[in-house]
């Protein structure tokens, strides 16, 4: 019953095999692997986009930030949500990247939308050189709530971002999860809805620890490389990088783990819907957010369920006050599990 | 014929093993996994450092950037040789996790020796404010040069630090290589010789892409997790780190590794002494530097001979002008292949 | 007709006559000049404050930013409200200091309350080294909306701050404005308030470009001198800051200056409220914000006068729009001139 | 006898005078005051620089530090000489202004010479990302050591740049001492010997406290105004700033205080040369580095004479070992006092 977060579970099996397949002689270092060319080749062709630069990196931070690091200036701010990723769990990663950005946080929830943004962004002009100078846009797809933006709202977010000139990148760490819910072509979800730079999450979704990082515009990625390789995420035996990737691309692999992890979300939300359990966000992905009473939680504890709570304090006197639980679900997940956590509701 | 770098090597087969071996169910995520308590153990008995404080990180760079972090203030300088690995390698990254530190080069080539140290650090010191501040020096066991410092000169370089309260890095990329070369033990190559953190290389040696940073002193890592994390080096799926670096301590295998790759060096090293190459440091390891004429280069590279030079030019009309080669043997050279590049030496 | 701010107007007949008084035959350079001495003693006794370490620098930014760096690790959080002059203002001068520190708004308006400061504070406790850590608490007095905190307020403030073991910052760019309103010492506003560090304003307040940064426990200076030289904020002729600072200091004139500014402010705000304008804020110093109609503000700037929209837009059809001006008083503000201001209101 | 530096004498009459004429009513704050209008106008009349952005700032460190950091990438490295100010003598500024960047020492004295320049820049190229990129070429003109580089030497050394498409930056602290040395324009001196940004220095030279940063290209400028403001070096009160840099340029002064210095290092250096004093290096403007048996030394300091030693410890048994002094004379040097420190040396 391990539902703490879709990065604490195994690699697909593909994915090791390929790495044991990989480890035979010697192979160039620092990315000029040939599995990287297979990688970067396949990420082009999914993405209808030929002329994209494509980069590994081993953790979805260092896509984030050194993405970020490569679209905004050290007196910009960026504009994200008040639990973005980038802002909450990052330890200041996208400041210390970016030489010092700020994040301005558009007012809401799990998502932006495009009138908040707007104001958000145009309150930042008021102010010359004294305030920070608008910097790129970034949404998180599959947002920290477990909701998708559907393509109308990500045309209408980088329409905003297009009027003021700015970049917009997506946080994708779990791009295929928010992909097959949405039954769209990569392209769709990326440059064709006004993404310019994405972070492409491998490592929740079944890798060991592969994030793929791609400008659309390759003018944009000019410094990227620099900055990997300062940042200090240029891996020397970069074939292992190369070889969870070329893997979990592979005939789909990528996408049949996402839809597993998204299955597994869906049957937790039911069961969790027939049990009068509020939830808290739409369950489109992966991630349930469900408000359950202090005395559940402390019977699913009990019987080994593992979850982080998102909002209150398991501490408290009240059994029956309602704390709401982030439930993730991986592509390993497993439906006796699943069933098992639901049978503890009562 | 690959003498190019023992970055571009396989990993070790117990080293894959591992990595298929732990993936199996949920894992505690970031470093919390049952794995790294065991590596964390082993380096401490390993390390007679019962106190010492343990972290993995994926890269040499992200090892010592991180490491000099946690020792330099952005207002100081680190004291290395001209050719650190962390001065010409790492494109800046000791500059960008320190916030902004300088390196002060001590003269002469691939050692310190306790008198260029002194006056290196003496020198900084006679203009108050003005000038850097006094920062850790950084020593390299096997130096880039393919030589190792004796624990005497160890003592004496880190009692010229503690001279000024200085505290000592050593950049242990090629950790193992020095210690079966010196045929001490780690205690002694490190605190016991005035080390302060240390860069323990894995990647090097046989592992896929891990390292560990070693603070002997814990009061010394007390901002390591964070840097680490802000730096975008904490791993989610930490257990792959782990599993790594336990295989790689498990009996005594880093050893093995060192002394194959090592042995491999002085096949080589023999070899070309015996065909009257210049060989322009002793050969203590598994580096090889040897002045070959133009005119062999070409007939190496020609034959399939992958490797870097150190100095020189390939281009150039003297087909007898001596250009030295930089040749590195991995833990998985093969005797065959050594003899086959000595044969073309004619 | 000038309301623009009080960074704009005339130096103090005292400072400039201080400067030219010192403008002979040679100085010690860097602060150590006997000047220097006179302003660190003054302040000293002033503050009652024995031990504080004192320091110059010239602009309000730079002590902010600059006593916030000596606070805050980079990856900490500075707590400030949204309408903080650092947050606003200084174009990430604060994040860039840091290292690239992160500022989190604690929700509100003008001032802080102990309520809103603590769960902004206990907020940034459930991520582990995920999330930034807490760190100093930066309060502004007289706030950027002209109101004052009273002692209470700073010392519940600072106690919650003092509950998470976290120091507490002052922007004193006003230092004076607010103690005349106040009518207590400087001891009773800083310290014996809580207050750690405090940025003491003589720019706004007559002088040409000149602020103290004053450490109330010199422990916390410790780094301020080497940060001050790198930020290139170390005056060689520093003699020229110490004695603004010294005349401004002598036989009260800086409080002679902030009583005249603030009586400005009151008559202005008099007149206001007289002619009905709505009063966005208390007016408790030397700012007045006042909602104004449309049609009255192009009739003030028709007829010169100057000051800043802090709300709202000058462009607009609807003539009877209340937009909200910010107006500044500054030490040399003449009563005609507030009169004649006052009779256009009609 | 003061001749420790020509940062601690006295501002130049016309200078303080300019402070007090502008020192009424109200001024637009942020350098939009009409002084610095009129400073940027005589500025690109006096550098025949119609299109040239000027900005001004209160030290030379800032000066410096912000025109590299428009200069110089993070990943970049900046070639200087050993004994460059930006090297020795500003805390890492420029390191921490430019992000990170590293500083490349150029071997050699007071002067870099074209080859040893095109030889270090040479040598940056062989390691792809690995090692810092090539940056600026920063030049200290009147050196260091009191030497004045020749139009021609200026020419060759930014000719070498050129061929690398690197920008050069001139540190012009003592900008004026060394144009009244060549007797050229200050085109010809900048400019049209392929200079591309200028730190133009005031502060030595008779203000107290103006340095002007003038790009020659104003492409080159597009950030500088941001950095300036997010290092905190935009004054509010700018007109101060104006005003010293108006005086200063008006009817030659800023050249006739320079002949001044450059006359009284003449007179102390022939005296020095009489006195069979060993000078260490050509007298050329209003430096002079003698060399002095310590017994002079010692009889000079009791007499109240004040200057730095540039090598060698006044601690010592040997009253013959020569210690070279460095002395700097400033415009106010009175030539009665450089003949009574003439008339100690025996």
Redesign the interface.
Known sequence: M?F??D?????LPEV?AA??DC????????GADALMDEVRAELRRLFEAPEAAVYL??????AN??ALASLA?????IFCTPVAHIH??????P???T?????T?VPGGDKMTPERLRAAIAAEET?G?????RGPVSLTQVTECGTVYSLEELAALSAVARDFGLPVHMDGARFANALVALDCSPAEMTWKSGIDALSFGG??NGC??VEAVIFFDPARAR?F?????????????HR?LSAQMAAYLRDGLWLDAARRANAAGARLAEGLRAADAGLAYPVQANMVFAALPRATHHRLIQAGA?YHLWEGALEGSDPDERLTARLVCDWSARAAETDRFLALLG
Chains 1, 2, 3, 4 share one sequence.
């Open positions: 391990y703490a977060s990065n604490a579970g195994p690699a090791m790495l044991a480890n035979r002689d010697y192979a160039p270092a620092y990196v081993a953790t979805g931070t260092a930030a050194l200036r050290p007196f910009d701010t909450q769990d990052e330890c200041n990663a400041e210390f990247f030489g010092g950005a700020k994040l946080l102010r050189v004294h305030g920070p100078q490592t929740k060991l620890g410094e490389e620099l900055r990997r390789k300062r940042g200090a995420h240029l891996f020397s035996k292992y593992q």
